[in-house]
Protein backbone atom coordinates (compact mmCIF):
# COMPACT_ATOMS: atom_id res chain seq x y z
CA UNK A 1 0.00 0.00 0.00
CA UNK A 2 1.49 3.39 -1.16
CA UNK A 3 0.55 6.53 0.07
CA UNK A 4 2.34 10.40 -0.88
CA UNK A 5 3.14 12.17 2.06
CA UNK A 6 2.50 16.07 2.36
CA UNK A 7 5.23 18.55 1.68
CA UNK A 8 6.69 20.66 4.44
CA UNK A 9 4.27 23.32 3.17
CA UNK A 10 1.40 21.97 2.72
CA UNK A 11 1.56 20.48 6.02
CA UNK A 12 2.57 24.21 7.99
CA UNK A 13 0.45 26.06 5.21
CA UNK A 14 3.04 27.97 3.90
CA UNK A 15 2.82 30.04 0.49
CA UNK A 16 5.65 28.30 -1.11
CA UNK A 17 5.90 30.61 -4.28
CA UNK A 18 6.12 34.16 -1.78
CA UNK A 19 7.95 32.71 0.82
CA UNK A 20 11.90 33.86 1.73
CA UNK A 21 14.01 32.54 4.13
CA UNK A 22 13.57 33.83 7.49
CA UNK A 23 10.26 35.84 6.03
CA UNK A 24 7.53 32.77 5.94
CA UNK A 25 4.22 33.07 4.68
CA UNK A 26 1.23 31.54 5.88
CA UNK A 27 -1.88 31.24 4.62
CA UNK A 28 -4.59 31.48 7.25
CA UNK A 29 -8.57 30.94 7.33
CA UNK A 30 -9.04 33.07 10.57
CA UNK A 31 -8.32 36.32 9.71
CA UNK A 32 -9.94 39.11 10.70
CA UNK A 33 -13.01 40.20 7.63
CA UNK A 34 -11.61 42.04 5.31
CA UNK A 35 -7.90 41.65 6.27
CA UNK A 36 -6.03 39.82 3.18
CA UNK A 37 -2.73 39.90 5.41
CA UNK A 38 -0.77 40.52 8.29
CA UNK A 39 2.81 41.51 9.04
CA UNK A 40 3.62 39.59 12.32
CA UNK A 41 6.76 41.09 14.95
CA UNK A 42 8.46 37.57 14.49
CA UNK A 43 8.95 38.19 10.37
CA UNK A 44 6.00 35.71 9.20
CA UNK A 45 2.99 37.27 7.26
CA UNK A 46 0.25 36.03 7.17
CA UNK A 47 -1.81 35.51 4.44
CA UNK A 48 -6.06 35.07 3.68
CA UNK A 49 -6.90 32.43 2.23
CA UNK A 50 -9.61 33.52 0.12
CA UNK A 51 -6.93 35.62 -2.06
CA UNK A 52 -5.87 33.95 -5.52
CA UNK A 53 -1.85 33.73 -5.81
CA UNK A 54 -1.34 37.48 -7.67
CA UNK A 55 -3.09 39.08 -4.89
CA UNK A 56 -1.40 37.39 -2.25
CA UNK A 57 1.83 38.40 -3.93
CA UNK A 58 0.68 41.69 -3.74
CA UNK A 59 -0.15 41.44 -0.03
CA UNK A 60 3.42 40.41 0.38
CA UNK A 61 5.16 42.83 -0.96
CA UNK A 62 2.72 45.24 0.76
CA UNK A 63 3.43 43.71 4.41
CA UNK A 64 7.04 43.34 3.76
CA UNK A 65 7.21 47.19 3.88
CA UNK A 66 5.53 46.90 7.44
CA UNK A 67 8.22 44.03 8.39
CA UNK A 68 10.86 46.90 7.45
CA UNK A 69 9.03 49.99 9.33
CA UNK A 70 8.84 47.20 12.34
CA UNK A 71 12.91 46.51 11.93
CA UNK A 72 13.38 50.01 11.99
CA UNK A 73 11.68 51.07 15.07
CA UNK A 74 9.36 53.21 13.32
CA UNK A 75 6.15 51.48 13.57
CA UNK A 76 5.05 48.90 16.96
CA UNK A 77 1.46 47.60 17.86
CA UNK A 78 -0.18 46.04 20.50
CA UNK A 79 -3.88 44.33 20.72
CA UNK A 80 -5.55 47.79 21.72
CA UNK A 81 -2.85 50.36 19.49
CA UNK A 82 -0.56 51.40 16.82
CA UNK A 83 2.65 53.02 17.48
CA UNK A 84 4.22 55.30 14.30
CA UNK A 85 7.19 57.16 14.19
CA UNK A 86 7.69 58.70 10.82
CA UNK A 87 11.91 59.28 11.27
CA UNK A 88 13.77 58.80 14.42
CA UNK A 89 13.73 62.52 15.23
CA UNK A 90 9.74 62.47 15.14
CA UNK A 91 7.59 62.07 18.18
CA UNK A 92 5.61 59.04 18.51
CA UNK A 93 2.10 58.78 17.60
CA UNK A 94 -0.22 56.77 19.27
CA UNK A 95 -3.59 55.59 17.90
CA UNK A 96 -6.12 53.78 19.57
CA UNK A 97 -7.43 50.61 17.33
CA UNK A 98 -10.79 50.35 18.18
CA UNK A 99 -11.18 54.03 16.67
CA UNK A 100 -9.19 53.74 13.53
CA UNK A 101 -9.90 52.01 10.38
CA UNK A 102 -6.48 49.77 9.70
CA UNK A 103 -5.15 49.82 6.21
CA UNK A 104 -6.66 52.97 5.26
CA UNK A 105 -4.08 54.63 3.29
CA UNK A 106 -4.03 58.13 4.85
CA UNK A 107 -2.37 56.63 7.84
CA UNK A 108 1.45 57.50 7.35
CA UNK A 109 2.56 53.93 7.61
CA UNK A 110 -0.15 52.52 5.42
CA UNK A 111 0.54 55.16 2.62
CA UNK A 112 4.39 54.48 2.32
CA UNK A 113 3.43 50.79 2.25
CA UNK A 114 1.39 51.51 -0.73
CA UNK A 115 3.58 53.61 -2.62
CA UNK A 116 6.63 50.87 -2.36
CA UNK A 117 4.05 48.11 -3.31
Known sequence: MAFKLKSHSDVFGIHEKTS??????????????GVE????????IFVSNKLSDKEVEGAVEHEK????????GRLQYSEDSVTWKRD????ARVYK???MNEGHPDFEWENEAY???
Request: aromatic share 2%.
Open 88 to 91: TRSP
Open 20 to 33: QFGTPVIVKDDLED
Open 115 to 117: KKS
Open 37 to 44: AEANRDGT
Open 65 to 72: VHLDQLAQ
Open 97 to 99: RAT
